[in-house]
Antibody, heavy 118, light 110 residues
């Protein structure tokens, strides 16, 4: 059974960089069958696609976040990561890491709330 | 890319059916057979319920079904159960390895 677990600081200050890591167990992130993505959900609001990374290490980002986001992977640790720069209060959200297959997301982490506040 | 449009709420009594719509454009919902649906209970992560318009993952009850006509996709929950009360989100591929979600629908079991 595949499991994903987000980890990272519980609070980020405005203008700083938000960094999160997703640790995958029960499957290899190097598999060509899947891609790995980040989704976020502001409190009380809907889901927003952030971006994804494929086994080829190719990355694809939401155009609205393109200038601030980087997704990378560390196959030796079976982890992939998210960095979002120059954060503001609008970036406060629950951040989910996910596994994608084809054109859908079949496994999700439990999510981690990242408040942006001074 | 703009969020797909869903009704804010839908409701039905136990045993009844409820249908949720997801409206996009020819550049997303209408252009690809890639709509998926996710169920989210309060405080929990979303769960895949339907993918590629009408396919159900293993373990998802048969009372959940999906369809699409033109730029609008739909999720129907037949024989509503109390545990079906949740938020539901649609999603569509929009090209260039990008995806967009719907605005979300809160389903209430009366």
């Amino acid at each position: 059974q595949v499991q994903l677990q987000e980890s990272g600081p519980g609070l980020v200050k405005p203008s700083e960089t938000l960094s999160l890591t997703c640790t995958v167990s029960g499957g290899s992130i190097s598999s060509s069958d899947y891609f790995w993505g980040w989704i976020r959900q502001p409190p009380g609001k809907g889901l927003e696609w952030i971006g994804s990374i494929y086994y080829t290490v190719n990355t694809y980002y939401n155009p609205s976040l393109l200038s601030r986001v980087t997704i990378s992977m560390d196959t030796s640790k079976n982890q992939f990561s998210l960095k979002l720069t120059s954060v503001t209060a609008a970036d406060t959200a629950v951040y989910y890491c996910t596994r994608g297959r084809g054109v859908y997301l079949d496994y999700w982490g439990q999510g981690t709330l990242v408040p942006v506040s001074s | 890319q703009s969020a797909l449009t869903q009704p804010p709420s839908a409701s039905g009594s136990p045993g009844q059916s409820v249908t949720i719509s997801c409206t996009g454009t020819s550049r997303d919902v209408g252009g690809f057979n890639t709509v998926s649906w996710y169920q989210q209970h309060p405080g929990k992560a979303p769960k895949l319920m339907v993918y590629e318009v009408a396919k159900r993952p293993s373990g998802v009850p048969g009372r959940f079904s999906g369809s699409k006509s033109g730029n609008t996709a739909s999720l129907t929950v037949s024989g509503l159960q109390p545990e079906d009360e949740a938020d539901y989100y649609c999603s569509s591929y929009v090209g260039s390895n990008n995806f967009v979600f719907g605005t979300g629908t809160k389903v209430t079991v009366l």
